[in-house]
């Protein structure tokens, strides 16, 4: 009997879990929290948001933003953008574009890494608490957290990074010429359409005098 048990016992014995494993799984249920926490953020921010959907429009959004809080237009070059909200209340803003994208500030030399998704928060003259820029300094790519200009504005516009340090660069490097809307043409050939139309119209109402 005591053979048998022995038996027994080797019989259901289960293999001992590897250490990677054991992080294996941990990792993958941290992630899982982290992705239902984010979800329930994204959703809390969302009901209180701006949002907007398709590059067209949020290339056009995102520039007027950086407009209106007094910073130059061409900080944030992405492409191919998805989606932006902005929750006026707290500042908080967000992109999202289909790949990371390196863009380089051809007037200062300098390359920038954007993500697929960039949180900040912005106010007057300032951009802070911002995720998903770096910038390559040398040989490595430091963590932008911070944008801000001068006050009273300058010319000049600052970037800090997570550990501390900073560079300053002309304003000039960050903004692009936008093209002019030919809006008065397309009034000029409104006002020549409706003429033509009262023409027409009072041409008609001859006509029918006339019978």
């Keep these: 009997m005591i053979e048998g048990q022995r038996d027994s016992t080797r019989a259901i014995s289960t293999p001992p ?3 990677s494993q054991i992080t294996k799984h941990t990792l ?3 992630n899982i929290r982290k992705e239902e926490k984010m979800k329930l953020v994204s959703a809390e921010i969302r009901a209180k948001s701006e949002v ?5 429009l949020c290339q056009e959004k995102t520039k007027l933003l950086l407009k209106e809080v007094g910073l130059p ?4 070059p992405l492409k191919d953008i998805e989606e932006c909200g902005y929750e006026k209340e707290s500042g908080f ?3 999202k574009q289909k790949k990371t994208i390196n863009h380089k500030f051809e007037k200062i030399g300098r390359q920038v890494s954007y993500a697929t998704e960039i949180t900040a928060y912005v106010e007057v003259g300032k951009i802070k608490k911002l995720t998903g820029v770096k910038a390559k300094e040398l040989l490595v790519w430091l963590t932008l957290n ?3 200009v001068d006050d009273p504005p300058s010319d000049k516009i600052t970037f800090k990074t997570s550990t501390a340090l900073f560079r300053t660069f002309p304003v000039s490097a960050f ?3 936008e093209p002019i809307k030919e809006v008065k043409n397309k009034e000029e050939k409104k006002v020549k ?3 033509l139309k009262e023409v027409k119209q009072v041409g008609n109402a001859v006509e029918v005098q006339e019978v």
């Design 93 to 95: 803003v967000w992109l």
């Design 28 to 30: 993958t249920d941290h």
């Design 175 to 177: 903004v692009i010429e």
């Design 73 to 76: 237009n061409g900080l944030l």
């Design 146 to 148: 911070e944008i801000f």
């Design 17 to 19: 879990i590897s250490p």
């Design 193 to 195: 359409k409706e003429e």
């Design 52 to 56: 907007y959907r398709g590059d067209e």
